[in-house]
């Protein structure tokens, strides 16, 4: 199975001498197809506690499990309490977990774990293997999934519901170019059912756009490419991170590898306003603080140059388009080898509303 630049750096990875497990996913009948699993991740022995799951308040079958200060969620319940589809591919070593746009898939083998959501490597949450069972952080449901929770530490009970999100469609779009020894596959999101034509047609243009200009880009390398050259591939995935309040956030990665020790990552984030198609900066939510940049920067230089790999060169913000946002707060991103070294990734650096609106208002008042 292939892996890419991005997912390896995203994998974790276990030792060879890892034990070959059975099924899992655990807490019942395996789903349909599957017969056999990959082979686990180590086992987790750290001290646990479990968890009373609930769906809309209805108390469901399977347990969590809190540990490392986070609750943990068995896959089968998201396939039996949240009706998310689940079936396994022996080939790839891969679980497959629900449908669209939010469509989760978890490789496993003796030596990596990785997490994909509609194609996009998500690299700061894990597989884990419990008393026997697949688990994922709810920290991946609510961030990525379209989920929300009520946790009480006190009781030990989490109970989860679906966020109420824009009415708006998103589909996955591809371009799609099978040059031999050099494929090009970029997914990105189009959206349709917003009530104005105008900014419908302004996000798809302003997305498309950008996924256009990284494909002539990679069918220029392949142009100069020549026959002695390893493969070349170039790939696309996006993965949406805000839905809610009038206001769409989402960010896509292109990786392309054209030879040396590893390919490169372009990271492009864009937060939209559904009423009129607009492209929001970092100004258009903030604004209301006039001292919000000042933040910003002051932040940004602080954790940048705390958390190694800082190569010099920050002075203050150079774009207000590299963001996105998730539930009460905005991410601030930097590109590869822009601040850091290659090894860091992409740096981020994240605000919660409340501290660069400190007075409660929204970032979203003047949206509506």
Same mark, same amino acid.
């Given at each position: ?33 599957? &017969? ?39 896959? &089968? ?24 746009? &939010? ?65 708006? &469609? ?199």
């Amino acid at each position: 199975m292939k892996m890419n630049d991005t997912s390896k750096k995203y994998a974790r990875k276990w030792g060879a001498g890892m034990i070959a497990a059975g099924m899992l996913i655990g807490g019942g009948v395996l789903p349909a197809g599957i &017969t056999q699993a990959a082979p686990a991740a180590a086992q987790v022995k750290a001290a646990s506690s479990p968890v009373v799951l609930k769906v809309n308040g209805k108390i469901a079958a399977q347990k969590g499990l809190f540990q490392d200060g986070k609750v943990w969620i068995p896959v &089968t319940f998201m396939r039996d309490a949240l009706g998310m589809p689940l079936s396994y591919d022996k080939a790839e070593k891969t679980y497959t977990i629900g449908t669209g746009t &939010t469509q989760t898939k978890l490789t496993v083998t003796e030596y990596y774990t990785t997490i994909k959501v509609n194609n996009y490597f998500i690299g700061e949450y894990e597989v884990k293997n419990m008393d026997n069972r697949f688990y994922v952080s709810f920290d991946l449901l609510s961030d990525y999934l379209g989920y929300k929770g009520d946790w009480s530490a006190a009781t030990g009970r989490l109970n989860v519901m679906k966020r109420t999100q824009n009415a708006v &469609t998103i589909k996955t779009e591809s371009y799609v170019k099978d040059h031999k020894d050099a494929p090009i596959k970029l997914d990105y999101p189009q959206v349709s059912g917003l009530a104005s034509s105008e900014a419908e047609k302004a996000i798809n243009d302003t997305i498309k756009q950008t996924i256009q200009k990284y494909a002539a880009y990679a069918e220029d390398q392949i142009s100069l490419k020549s026959e002695d050259d390893r493969p070349y591939e170039f790939e696309g995935g996006y993965v949406v991170t805000y839905n809610q309040d009038g206001v769409l956030s989402l960010i896509t990665n292109q990786y392309g590898y054209t030879g040396g020790a590893h390919g490169s990552t372009i990271r492009n984030a864009f937060t939209f306003s559904l009423k009129d198609g607009k492209r929001l900066l970092l100004g258009d939510l903030f604004k209301a603080n006039p001292n919000y940049k000042k933040q910003l920067n002051a932040k940004v230089s602080t954790e940048i140059k705390a958390n190694g790999g800082y190569l010099g060169g920050f002075t203050g913000l150079n774009t207000e388009k590299y963001f996105y946002l998730k539930e009460g707060k905005a991410v601030l991103f930097f590109q590869q080898y822009e601040y850091t070294a290659y090894a860091t990734g992409f740096p981020e650096v994240i605000f919660s509303f409340k501290e660069l609106l400190p007075d409660g208002s929204s970032p979203f008042a003047a949206l509506k």
